[in-house]
């Protein structure tokens, strides 16, 4: 029986991250060279037109995330029955527990 495909399950956040700045993105970009927008004699159009080119590269970045979060069919090395990768694993494993259960250290006092 073939797995149930769950669409847009995997990732939501970075999809609407993405889809978020791209809206802004197209919107600055859109205000910055259609809109007049003179204040006190300077002109903002290019800010904007800056602005939103930005926000549409830092979409790029919520794209990536979100289409390599929702990458099905990969095997695992389990499933595939490969041990070489243990040492690694571990080291990935303990590095990553450290970062996430920081040790506070305590000051004499």
């Known amino acids: 029986m073939a797995p149930k495909y769950d669409g847009l399950s995997h990732c939501k956040l970075a999809l609407v991250f993405a889809v978020l700045m791209d809206l802004l993105g197209v919107i600055s970009l859109l205000l910055g060279v259609f809109a007049p927008l003179e204040i006190q004699g300077r002109d903002f159009g290019d800010l ?50 450290r970062i996430r259960n920081p040790r506070t250290r305590s000051s004499p006092t």
């Open 48 to 97: 904007l037109v800056y602005t939103g080119a930005l926000l549409v590269l830092f979409s790029l970045a919520g794209w990536v995330m979100w289409y390599s979060g929702n990458i099905e069919g990969l095997t695992s090395r389990k499933e595939l029955g490969s041990t070489v990768g243990g040492a690694m694993d571990r080291l990935a494993r303990s590095l990553s527990r």
